[in-house]
């Protein structure tokens, strides 16, 4: 199995997920890039699975769905380009022979999902769209932050070694903030280091593993200590975990 993120756009990644003959793609928002890239390298595009309803998720489902016939699986509580099968939370599908798990992750949007492969090929794969970010998390467009919240505890369920795969080059930017969060979290630091010679070589930092956000992504961490401390210095009326989040998300759109 392979797994390849086709960039798109300004900073998005469309996953390519592949046996060399046969593919699954996550969030198709631009359909040529990829067209091109199955016929570059000859697969045949099985499956389109969708995390949630924004148009740089959804912008190339129609066109390669015709292209293709591939069956398309999207949140059932969004409106996402039809004919679609519609997934929530405990629901479980099939894909040569790998269990796909979608999991319940509101917040970015009300009925956003992530899927999860619990056994992809060495490691677990986890599709979480613009949920969870390396070093961040996704906007509070349409949940609440007890939402969102509730969301990542259940991405921080999964097992430590599970592959991230998130739809956003947002890395960098993310792990200034995260900075600004805990400037003396070490891992963070040697983090950012490594992130910033992959960016200088145009290489994507994705994807991370779920260890690595439990170490450094403060949205990941805002029950910690150093993260409640930093938040209630600027927001002393953050009184509880929710609140903590919800400020921590407040100080992130404002930095
Ligand atoms: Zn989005
Ligand atoms: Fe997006």
């Not at 489902?61 to 509580?77: C, E, F, I, K, S």
């Not at 405990?90 to 022979?97: E, K, T």
Request: proline share 6%; net charge negative.
């Amino acid at each position: 199995m392979q797994l390849t993120p086709l960039p798109a756009f300004n900073d998005n990644y469309l996953w390519l997920w592949h046996n060399h003959t046969h593919a699954v793609v996550v969030d198709p928002g631009d359909g040529e890039v990829v067209l091109q890239a199955l016929q570059r390298t000859q697969l045949q595009l099985q499956a389109i699975l969708v995390t949630h309803h924004h148009a740089d998720h959804t912008g190339g489902v129609d066109m390669l769905r015709n292209a293709t016939q591939a069956t398309v699986y999207g949140p059932a509580g969004e409106a996402i380009p039809g004919p679609f099968v519609p997934v929530s939370g405990g629901d479980a599908f099939d894909w040569q022979g790998h269990r796909i798990e979608v999991i319940d992750v509101p917040g970015h949007t009300a009925g956003h999902i992530a899927y999860f492969v619990p056994a992809a090929h060495t490691t677990p794969l986890l599709f979480c769209g613009d949920t969870l970010f390396s070093g961040g998390c996704g906007r509070l467009f349409e949940g609440t932050a007890a939402q969102m919240l509730d969301s990542l505890d259940r991405l921080a369920a999964l097992p430590g070694n599970t592959q991230v795969c998130c739809a956003h080059e947002y890395t960098l930017s993310n792990l200034r903030f995260a900075m600004a969060v805990e400037p003396h979290n070490a891992e963070l630091l040697a983090y950012h280091a490594l992130c910033q010679r992959l960016r200088a070589q145009d290489q994507p930092t994705l994807p991370s593993t779920l260890a690595q956000e439990l170490a450094i992504n403060p949205f990941m961490r805002s029950r910690q200590a150093s993260v409640v401390q930093a938040v209630t210095q600027r927001y002393p009326q953050a009184l509880d975990e929710v609140a903590v989040f919800a400020q921590l998300r407040e100080w992130k759109n404002k930095f």
